[in-house]
């Protein structure tokens, strides 16, 4: 292990020098939001001084091709103003090789290209991130090339590490094989699963609000709390990503990582420390609390949608089945809505509610946090039920914002009791610098803190939460999709579920 990773990791500064590489580097991922974070990051003064990136992708070209593409790009992808000298500066030390990632030559090729880069830019060290944003059916592929080079050797004077963007497997065994197939060219401290939704503020805030907080931590348990509502909602349809999406459907593709992230941090102990593995532990404690599906229960407690035509914001957009890429017969789900319940001392009994969907009525994503009644009827029975309980709202995108639900005394002689927000917006801090959501996350490895990162065996966890659903799912064949039409709040199943247990969705106004 090299004396970076060592090291504790210090958020406010720049990790040491390396070189960065992007495997898919003509890719989407690299021009929409790789290449732009890292320059925020230089633009921040969180990029090392000595520091270089190699773009590798299969499309001819060279060192002058590739900084002109990314010149074109940024005009279109920068969260801010380009400033030309900064930009400048950052470009001349972006450098490119050209290949098959099926093939040995492109390796070696790129090994000699980080020595003659590492001397070109005076770099001291070996320190290099492999970036691999290349589609997942590659991530095995070139980690075991990665390995047979020789480049993910780490040395007292450099670490080795290596990025990768879910979906993570496409069930729990392809999970598994491909876990087996990094780990035979890394060690699990070299893997970086990125999650960009840990990257997002109000997602981070979750620890320090519970943790930082003495009021809330007392009552963050089933004696005060009634049930947790997850909602991802996107007003988005599939886009351009038809055939991605018809593969995978939104619980692989958003509940299997995301959503169970989320859930995993409303949910855990407190952690011993801040820091990697401690966070790690608890996170897993909790997805193997969360009570496995016997397929009846998966019928019982999960729901799944497909969008059908209809009108979101004020467009009219067609069916999911005659999206571009998509089967006109497809059961793929583009919403899915879960009935979880966490079988710890904690949460034993407390209903967790996860959603989420394309092509929903409106673009928000929020935790609710709901909580008992009081048990006294002190200003009658009425007052009781009619206000609306106490509740936690923690607004994710697009506004940040976390709100309480009280109850208070309308003014006037009658006591009539009415449910009023205390609010705290993000925006109090003030303008914050756009970004692309992979900043921090980036920063984070170079650093050298895989906090954010998921770890094999929480990625395992989510998966076995999820198989049985996508088992009773694969084995019976909807009958009703498509099921809700594009531009409401869902499927008519998933209000049911709810209403079922005598609740139902908070859905903003
Ligand atoms: C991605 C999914 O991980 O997250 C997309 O693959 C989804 O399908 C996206 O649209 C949502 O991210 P965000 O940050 O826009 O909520």
């Not at 991605?244 to 692989?252: E, I, K, P, Q, T």
């Amino acid at each position: 292990m090299s004396d970076n990773q060592l090291a504790p990791p210090d958020h406010r500064k720049p990790g040491p020098p390396c070189i960065f590489v992007i495997f898919g580097a003509s890719g989407d991922l690299t021009k929409r939001k790789l290449v732009p974070a890292l320059f925020n990051l230089r633009c921040r003064g969180l990029l090392p001084d000595r520091f270089a990136v190699i773009g590798v992708a299969i499309t001819p070209g060279d060192d002058a091709s590739f900084r002109a593409q990314l010149a074109t790009d940024i005009k279109q992808f920068a969260t801010q103003a380009v400033d030309p000298a900064a930009w400048d500066e950052f470009v001349s030390a972006c450098y490119y090789t050209a290949g098959d990632f099926n093939q040995a030559e492109v390796f070696a090729s790129l090994k000699q290209k980080i020595a003659a880069v590492q001397q070109e830019q005076k770099i001291p060290g070996q320190n290099v991130v492999f970036n691999l944003a290349v589609t997942p059916t590659l991530f095995g592929t070139v980690a075991e090339q990665l390995g047979v080079a020789g480049l993910l050797q780490e040395t007292p004077d450099g670490y080795r590490r290596v990025i990768i963007e879910k979906p993570f497997g496409h069930d729990l065994a392809s999970a598994r094989e491909l876990n087996n197939r990094l780990h035979s060219a890394l060690r699990e401290s070299q893997i970086y699963r990125i999650d960009h939704y840990l990257g997002k503020e109000t997602v981070q805030n979750i620890m320090i609000y519970r943790f930082a907080n003495m009021i809330f931590e007392p009552i963050w348990n089933r004696r005060y709390v009634d049930s947790v509502q997850i909602t991802v909602a996107e007003s988005l349809g599939v886009e351009k990503r038809g055939s991605y999406l018809d593969h995978y459907g939104v619980l692989r593709d958003m509940v299997q990582n995301h959503m169970l992230s989320v859930l995993s941090l409303i949910a855990m102990e407190p952690p011993s420390s801040i820091s990697g593995d401690a966070v790690h532990n608890e996170k897993v404690k909790v997805l193997d609390s969360i009570r496995p599906m016997e397929p009846e229960e998966v019928i019982e407690n999960c729901v799944r949608g497909q969008y059908g035509a209809g009108m979101v914001d004020g467009q009219k957009v067609p069916a999911y089945r005659t999206e571009a890429n998509v089967d006109p017969n497809s059961n793929t789900e583009t919403y899915a809505a879960l009935r979880l319940m966490v079988d710890n001392w904690r949460w034993a009994d407390v209903p967790f509610y996860l959603r989420t969907g394309k092509h929903l009525a409106k673009h928000f994503t929020q935790v609710v946090i709901r909580f008992k009644r009081t048990p006294l009827m002190l200003f009658g029975e009425k007052v009781r039920t009619q206000a609306g309980p106490n509740t936690l709202i923690l607004n994710i995108q697009p506004a940040e914002s976390i709100t309480i639900m009280m109850r208070v005394k309308n003014p006037g002689p009658a006591v009539v009791v009415d449910t009023v927000p205390l609010d705290f917006n993000y925006d109090q801090f003030g303008k914050r610098s756009a970004s692309t959501g992979y900043e921090t996350l980036l920063h984070d490895c170079m650093i050298g803190d895989m906090t954010l990162f998921h770890r094999e065996d929480s990625v395992d966890a989510s998966w076995r939460i999820v198989n049985p659903i996508l088992d009773v799912w694969g084995a019976l064949p909807p009958r009703d999709f498509p099921d809700y039409a594009a531009g409401t709040w869902g499927p008519a199943s998933a209000d049911r579920l709810l209403e079922h247990d005598g609740r139902h969705w908070e859905n903003p106004a």
